[in-house]
């Protein structure tokens, strides 16, 4: 039983105790499980998670959580479906253990991209949200949610911590000569982001607008049914519906000047690589003389690290919420930034039964 020092006498009997398992069975993925135990001081959790011949998960939890604090660290390796399976089923099985209290610790939300209707698609983070209610999760840590949001998706308490502190401190301490920087929004969608940082840091913002934008533009919101076709019949006569008229992407503008300056990308997740790249050639082009990517969670999926490689970026600065051990030695420009210690705080926090405003000091709405 892990106890905080100045918590008294022996809150830890009081409160039951806490357990950390990690619910993962990819060897990569249970490092930032490590990490926050060796930050708390205490022993990871005895717990078996393996697959089967057939591909089932399989949970085994070798001691007992009756009546203790668990927290469930859930990092997303490349099989991501396996991943939430693993942290579902350990979830239930702490549950039916009688676990006091189930927090489940997973710093990128999977599935946090589609959370938005898309023509006849579905929430899905809303469904994984009412699968890991279901299942017994009592609260939930993450980090950078896609969408703010998604916390609504949840009838739990929810707590989005920030990895903005950390870049900000990374840029300060690690780009020499940042106060020549200038804090880039990729798309106009990120320029919330971008706008927070160049605030903190006092420095200039540009925003790219134009043919290099995210496939998330409005083109593909909302259900397109009934058909946009006029049918006179269906309707009311008297009524005719405006179309609207189709969107077009005006050519690439930076607003902003950037000559002679260091770019600063910044964005939450970077995983397609295309419009990070394209973007650097348009940075490059309009005379910026060192081009950094910021993001927290950093998917890096298939061919990414090469790109990266081969591409006008300079550094892609990255949080350990994702393992990218692989990506890294594929690709050298990739640095990392370890959040750990604000996750360990976090759970130290939620144990001990502390305020977490402490953890959201000088947070703004669009941080």
Known sequence: VWC???????????NGGLVIFTA????????????????LGVELG????????????????????????VFIIQTVSKD?????????????????????????VIPYFPYSKQCKMRKRGSIVSKLLASMMCKAGLTHLITMDLHQKEIQ?????????????????????????????????????????????FAERLRLGIAVIHGEAQDAESDLV?????PPTVKNS????????????????????????????????????????VDSFLAAAETLKERGAYKIFVMATHGILSSDAPQLIEESAIDEVVVTNTIPHEI?????????????????????????NGESMSYLFRNIGMDD
């Open 327 to 351: 990506q890294k030695l594929q690709c050298p420009k990739i640095k990392t930034v370890d959040i750990s210690m604000i996750l360990s705080e976090a759970i130290r926090r939620i144990h």
């Open 24 to 39: 993962n069975s990819n060897p990569s993925s249970r490092e930032l499980g490590r990490r926050i135990a060796e930050r």
């Open 233 to 272: 019949g269906a309707i009311h006569p008297s009524l005719e519906i405006p179309l609207l008229i189709p969107k077009e992407k005006p050519p690439i503008t930076v607003v902003g000047d950037v000559g002679g300056r260091i770019a600063i990308i910044v964005d939450d997740i970077i995983d397609d």
């Open 80 to 104: 991501v479906n396996t991943t939430i399976m693993e942290l579902l089923i350990m979830v239930y099985a702490c549950r039916t253990s009688c676990a006091r209290n189930i927090i489940g």
């Open 152 to 196: 609504g998706f949840f009838n739990i308490p929810v707590d989005n911590l920030r990895a903005s502190p950390f870049l900000l401190q990374y840029i300060q301490e690690e780009i020499p000569d940042y106060r020549n920087a200038v804090i880039v929004a990729k798309s106009p969608a990120s320029a919330k982001r971008a706008q927070s």
């Open 4 to 14: 905080h020092t100045n918590c008294g006498p022996d809150m830890s009997a009081a």
């Open 221 to 225: 919101d909302g259900r397109h049914s």
């Open 46 to 69: 005895k717990v078996q998670v393996y697959q089967e011949a057939n591909r089932e998960t399989r949970v085994q939890i070798e001691e007992s959580v009756r009546s203790k604090d």
